[in-house]
T-cell receptor, first 113, second 117 residues
Framework: SQTIHQWPATLVQPVGSPLSLECTVE??????LYWYRQAAGRGLQLLFY??????ISSEVPQNLSASRPQDRQFILSSKKLLLSDSGFYLC????????????FGQGTRLTVV | AQKVTQAQTEISVVEKEDVTLDCVYE???????LFWYKQPPSGELVFLIR??????QNEISGRYSWNFQKSTSSFNFTITASQVVDSAVYFC??????????????FGGGTRLMVKP
């Protein structure tokens, strides 16, 4: 079956520290993967997407970066966190099988202090 | 470019009232998919429904119903006889079939529904 794993679930990091959030999927190959962010009380904003290994597209300029080192692995990173990076981060896998299906991770609640 | 608008940022109702959450979308694609998700306080997204652009039939699932109207580019969600457990943020989303970003989902801003006992 198809599943998507995202960790950690919660994270408290000081300003200026690095960040690494990991997302992995199971039960598929060559998935389209996405990172979304939800600031407090706001909607879901697409940050990055990847349609294949090493292929990263950024939707908005920011302090974050993404990488796709393996087919089913998608990583969100930052070298130095800002207070404004606080939020809820969701990894998603979208596929088309005659219909568009979307699967979401459990999310990571990041607080930068 | 695809866009989803949920004009209602917050709705408050009393239990047992009916409530409709509005969703208006924009797309140039002729094939697209519309979604509704529920986000409880824990944060995860709970899938409620998916509808493709060729199926304008309204759908009912228990107390939930959806009204899809291509003429007005709307996909509204109604909860009948609301309950406290319905309190959550609800997101409408759109995915175009012919999108360079691999069928990405574009979300509306969300509507926070508060059902009071």
């Amino acid at each position: 079956s198809q599943t998507i794993h995202q960790w950690p679930a919660t994270l408290v990091q000081p300003v200026g520290s690095p960040l690494s959030l990991e997302c992995t999927v199971e039960g598929t190959s060559n998935p389209n993967l996405y990172w979304y962010r939800q600031a407090a009380g706001r909607g879901l904003q697409l940050l990055f997407y990847s349609v294949g290994i090493g292929q990263i597209s950024s939707e908005v300029p920011q302090n974050l970066s993404a990488s796709r080192p393996q087919d089913r692995q998608f990583i969100l990173s930052s070298k130095k966190l800002l207070l404004s990076d606080s939020g809820f981060y969701l990894c998603a896998w979208v596929r088309w099988t005659g219909n568009t299906e979307a699967f979401f991770g459990q999310g990571t609640r990041l607080t930068v202090v | 470019a695809q866009k989803v608008t949920q004009a209602q940022t917050e709705i408050s109702v009393v239990e047992k009232e009916d409530v409709t959450l509005d969703c208006v979308y924009e797309t140039r694609d002729t094939t697209y998919y519309l979604f509704w998700y529920k986000q409880p306080p824990s944060g995860e997204l709970v899938f409620l429904i998916r509808r493709n652009s060729f199926d304008e039939q309204n759908e009912i699932s228990g107390r939930y119903s959806w009204n899809f109207q291509k003429s007005t580019s709307s996909f509204n969600f109604t909860i009948t006889a609301s309950q406290v457990v319905d309190s959550a943020v609800y997101f409408c989303a759109l995915s175009e079939a012919h999108n360079n970003a691999g069928n990405m989902l574009t979300f509306g801003g969300g509507t926070r529904l508060m059902v009071k006992p």
